[in-house]
């Protein structure tokens, strides 16, 4: 099914982005995680940060890569060549956000797709807003994120990790 561009703020990455591009990853030939440059006005991560734990975290998936993309979601995918993107829709919250989205970049570009794909339930309660707010107040987030995902969020809250 050629590549297809899974793009966010990955803010950071959870367990919940993992399980759609595992689900991305078995149906198109690529998968290109693009992470968006400044897209939140304050993240937690820097855009490097959020490469580098993507990277790691993806390490060993053969057919998935991770980028970076500054500006306009229709110019990243003529850069990357894509025609399609992958969204992850959790909950009828999700909903309008990603509609409005995907309709508005097929206004921009008709020639883009976008296709959704859902999450396991156990998923379907994790945002990176949420592991965020959770450590902050002290809480245990290591159902929700890859461990090296944990150790870097305790280091950033300066409570380093032995
Ligand atoms: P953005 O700021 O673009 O919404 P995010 O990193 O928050 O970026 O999310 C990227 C995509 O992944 C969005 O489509 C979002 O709905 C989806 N997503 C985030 N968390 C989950 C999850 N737990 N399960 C499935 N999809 C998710």
Same mark, same amino acid.
């Given at each position: 099914?050629? /590549?297809?561009?899974?793009? !966010?703020?990955?803010?950071?990455?959870?367990?919940?982005?993992?399980?759609? %591009?595992?689900? /991305?990853?078995?149906?198109?030939?690529?998968? $290109?995680?693009?992470? #968006?440059?400044?897209?939140?006005?304050?993240?937690?991560?820097?855009?490097?940060?959020?490469? /580098?734990?993507? =990277?790691?975290?993806?390490?060993? &998936?053969?057919?998935?890569?991770?980028?970076?993309?500054?500006?306009?979601?229709?110019?990243?995918?003529? =850069?990357?060549?894509?025609?399609?993107?992958?969204? !992850?829709? @959790? #909950?009828?919250?999700?909903?309008?956000?990603?509609?409005? &989205? #995907?309709? &508005?970049?097929?206004?921009?570009?008709?020639?883009?797709?976008?296709?959704?794909? &859902? *999450?396991? *339930?156990?998923?379907?309660?994790?945002?990176?807003?949420?592991? =965020?707010?959770?450590? @902050?107040?002290? !809480?245990? $987030?290591?159902?929700? %994120? *890859? *461990?090296?995902?944990?150790? #870097?969020?305790?280091?950033?809250? !300066? @409570?380093?990790? /032995?």
């Amino acid at each position: 099914m050629g /590549a297809v561009l899974y793009p !966010g703020s990955f803010d950071p990455i959870t367990n919940g982005h993992l399980d759609i %591009v595992r689900r /991305a990853r078995g149906i198109f030939d690529k998968v $290109i995680i693009g992470v #968006a440059n400044n897209s939140e006005k304050q993240p937690l991560f820097t855009t490097d940060e959020r490469l /580098a734990l993507l =990277k790691e975290v993806c390490k060993g &998936m053969d057919n998935v890569t991770v980028e970076r993309f500054d500006g306009l979601l229709v110019d990243a995918m003529g =850069k990357f060549g894509t025609t399609g993107v992958i969204r !992850g829709l @959790r #909950a009828v919250s999700d909903f309008e956000y990603e509609f409005q &989205m #995907a309709l &508005m970049n097929r206004e921009l570009n008709p020639k883009y797709e976008t296709l959704f794909l &859902m *999450p396991s *339930p156990e998923y379907s309660f994790v945002s990176s807003r949420m592991i =965020k707010e959770i450590a @902050r107040c002290g !809480g245990n $987030i290591s159902p929700f %994120v *890859p *461990p090296i995902v944990n150790q #870097a969020i305790e280091r950033k809250l !300066g @409570r380093a990790t /032995a």
